[in-house]
């Protein structure tokens, strides 16, 4: 029994997530599915083409480079501190409970827009498709409450039926994008039409600065790869299977984006790919052109895709709300877990309401809710939004991971120091360049969105401290085995207990 003062060593007995329910091969389909292979490919150049034009292809093969060193911090605190709270643990443990509450605000912002934000392009792309081909209307907002209603379904009924939906999806949606890209590839070589010009920053129409901003929306089809992280409570042997899935899903999801959106420039044209918006579907005029019997497939493979990310990124955002209430740094309520189904229920359905709102909300103010531009404008602004909100937390989490890990026996100089630093210095070069270069509006003001945010949770920071230092004491202390080990800031009246792990 402890005493008044002292922490507790173990969470108290309540119904937890379900353990062991995943292997390898499952955290890599979670991080894999965020990104959205599809997705990413077939709407998100778009967004970078009219800022970086032809060198869209070269932005991503550098943010494929620059994930990766980033990686490497978010690699290093999963292997040693398993928690479904992923970076809010991380900075937690490593920068200190203050910093860990802000990095939970700045993924609720990251994660929490991304299942509005899929809701608004479902129902935008399948609008757009039926009034092409078949002269129907039906608006955007009633065709996207179908796969939220879907993605708060498998949220609720477990971990393990969201991933193997999401595992059919995954393979669905690669086989056709890269079944496309290697027809263009292959009729463009035999009519001697390649070129590596797009592989070039060169290639970028509005110079440095269309580079920097394309970057942003290249960056959005990387944010999820620390997926598996949130899943680290439910994966068998987390230590050595969370890191190598976030390695793995990294450089596969990330290569295939390089090969697919060079073989689009292509097949598009330099002139072509210049002019494109983010309403446009590229892939469906590739289709045409190049292999009309896949029109179809595309369709598919795109509404397949968008729909792995709502659920696999609702699912992550769900974890740490479940992580946060469990600590007590959000309402308990958020910690409840369907004793039968294993899942947090209640941030479950919360997440739900939240999402739909948001997209409806957004869609009605940026285009409305019968127009395609509405539901596009859900995607370009929400998407935007959350990929400044996840860089932040790539920087505090390498900031812990270097701070975490130094003194240690098993410290690396240059996979625990070198890498961290070079990763800081992209991500903050990154948010600085949206300051300095981008002048596009309302995208040139989200940074600022960003910067008030951080305000507000920070002061929400400061009252826990001054309010409720106990909840402080302990967060980020539970990981996947249980155990707790508590770093009691001084003038709370507790006690050090725990193990470390």
Same mark, same amino acid.
């Given at each position: 029994?402890?005493?008044?003062?002292?922490?507790?060593?173990?969470?108290?007995?309540?119904?937890?997530?379900?353990? /062991?329910?995943?292997?390898?091969?499952?955290?890599?389909?979670?991080?894999?599915?965020?990104?959205?292979?599809?997705?990413?490919?077939?709407? /998100?150049?778009?967004?970078?083409?009219?800022?970086?034009?032809a060198?869209?292809?070269?932005?991503?093969?550098a943010?494929?480079?620059?994930?990766?060193?980033?990686a490497?911090?978010?690699?290093?605190?999963?292997a040693?501190?398993?928690?479904?709270?992923?970076f809010?643990t991380?900075?937690?443990?490593? *920068?200190?409970?203050?910093?860990?509450?802000?990095?939970?605000?700045?993924?609720?912002?990251?994660?929490?827009?991304?299942?509005?934000?899929?809701i608004?392009?479902?129902g935008?792309?399948?609008?757009?498709?039926?009034?092409?081909?078949?002269?129907?209307h039906?608006p955007?907002?009633?065709?996207?409450?179908?796969?939220?209603?879907?993605?708060?379904?498998?949220?609720?009924?477990?971990?393990?039926?969201?991933?193997?939906?999401?595992l059919v999806?995954?393979?669905?949606?690669?086989?056709?994008?890269?079944?496309?890209?290697?027809?263009?590839?292959?009729?463009k070589?035999?009519?001697?039409? @390649?070129?590596?010009?797009?592989?070039?920053?060169?290639s970028?129409?509005?110079?440095v600065?269309?580079?920097?901003t394309?970057?942003?929306?290249?960056?959005?089809?990387?944010?999820?790869?620390?997926?598996?992280?949130?899943?680290?409570?439910?994966?068998?042997?987390?230590?050595?299977?969370?890191?190598?899935a976030?390695?793995?899903?990294?450089?596969?999801?990330?290569?295939?984006?390089?090969?697919?959106?060079?073989?689009?420039?292509?097949?598009?044209?330099?002139?072509?790919?210049? /002019?494109?918006?983010?309403?446009?579907?590229?892939?469906?005029? *590739?289709?045409?052109?190049?292999a009309?019997?896949?029109?179809?497939?595309?369709?598919l493979?795109?509404?397949?895709?968008?729909?792995?990310?709502m659920?696999?990124?609702?699912?992550g955002?769900?974890?740490?709300?479940?992580?946060?209430?469990?600590?007590?740094? @959000?309402?308990?309520?958020?910690?409840?877990?369907?004793?039968?189904?294993?899942?947090?229920? /209640?941030?479950?359905?919360?997440?739900?309401?939240?999402?739909?709102?948001?997209?409806?909300?957004?869609?009605?103010?940026?285009?409305?809710?019968?127009?395609t531009?509405?539901?596009?404008?859900?995607?370009?602004?929400?998407g935007?939004?959350?990929t *400044?909100?996840?860089?932040?937390?790539?920087?505090l989490?390498?900031?812990?991971?270097?701070?975490? *890990?130094?003194?240690?026996?098993?410290?690396?100089?240059?996979?625990?120091?070198?890498?961290?630093?070079?990763?800081?210095?992209l991500?903050?070069?990154?948010?600085?360049?949206?300051?300095?270069?981008?002048?596009?509006?309302?995208?040139?003001?989200?940074?600022?969105?960003i910067?008030?945010?951080v305000?507000?949770?920070?002061?929400?920071?400061?009252?826990?401290?001054?309010?409720?230092?106990?909840?402080?004491?302990?967060?980020?202390?539970?990981?996947a085995?249980?155990?707790?080990?508590?770093?009691?800031p001084?003038?709370?009246?507790?006690t050090r207990?725990?193990?470390?792990?």
């Amino acid at each position: 029994m402890t005493t008044s003062n002292e922490l507790p060593t173990h969470t108290p007995a309540r119904p937890a997530l379900r353990t /062991n329910a995943l292997g390898l091969g499952g955290a890599v389909i979670m991080s894999a599915a965020i990104m959205g292979p599809a997705v990413s490919t077939f709407f /998100n150049p778009q967004f970078s083409t009219p800022f970086a034009g032809a060198a869209t292809p070269f932005v991503y093969f550098a943010c494929l480079v620059a994930m990766l060193i980033t990686a490497s911090g978010v690699m290093a605190m999963a292997a040693r501190l398993p928690s479904a709270g992923a970076f809010y643990t991380y900075v937690t443990r490593g *920068l200190g409970p203050r910093s860990g509450f802000v990095t939970g605000g700045l993924m609720f912002v990251a994660y929490a827009l991304l299942p509005p934000a899929e809701i608004g392009l479902i129902g935008s792309y399948v609008q757009g498709t039926l009034e092409a081909e078949l002269g129907v209307h039906v608006p955007w907002w009633l065709l996207g409450l179908v796969p939220a209603a879907a993605m708060i379904f498998l949220a609720y009924e477990g971990i393990g039926s969201s991933i193997k939906t999401a595992l059919v999806l995954f393979t669905a949606e690669v086989i056709v994008v890269m079944v496309i890209s290697i027809i263009v590839v292959v009729k463009k070589g035999a009519e001697g039409g @390649l070129t590596l010009a797009p592989l070039s920053p060169h290639s970028s129409p509005h110079g440095v600065g269309g580079l920097v901003t394309g970057f942003v929306f290249a960056a959005l089809s990387f944010v999820g790869f620390e997926g598996a992280a949130t899943l680290s409570e439910e994966v068998r042997k987390p230590r050595r299977n969370v890191p190598r899935a976030i390695l793995l899903s990294v450089i596969l999801v990330g290569g295939i984006y390089v090969f697919c959106i060079w073989a689009e420039v292509n097949g598009l044209g330099i002139e072509a790919t210049n /002019n494109l918006t983010g309403s446009a579907t590229p892939w469906n005029d *590739l289709a045409a052109q190049y292999a009309p019997w896949l029109n179809l497939f595309i369709v598919l493979a795109a509404v397949s895709s968008m729909f792995a990310v709502m659920v696999n990124s609702n699912n992550g955002i769900i974890r740490i709300f479940y992580a946060m209430g469990r600590e007590g740094l @959000l309402p308990r309520w958020f910690a409840h877990v369907n004793p039968k189904r294993k899942t947090p229920t /209640n941030a479950v359905f919360t997440q739900g309401a939240f999402s739909i709102a948001v997209a409806m909300i957004v869609g009605a103010l940026s285009g409305g809710l019968t127009s395609t531009s509405g539901g596009s404008n859900v995607y370009g602004y929400l998407g935007f939004l959350l990929t *400044l909100g996840i860089l932040p937390v790539y920087v505090l989490t390498n900031l812990a991971a270097i701070r975490f *890990l130094r003194g240690r026996p098993d410290f690396n100089p240059f996979f625990h120091l070198v890498l961290p630093v070079v990763g800081i210095v992209l991500m903050t070069g990154l948010l600085v360049g949206q300051i300095l270069l981008n002048t596009t509006e309302p995208y040139a003001s989200f940074v600022y969105v960003i910067v008030a945010w951080v305000v507000v949770v920070a002061a929400g920071a400061y009252w826990l401290g001054r309010r409720r230092p106990e909840a402080l004491a302990v967060a980020g202390s539970v990981l996947a085995t249980g155990d707790a080990e508590v770093d009691v800031p001084a003038g709370t009246g507790a006690t050090r207990s725990g193990n470390r792990t």
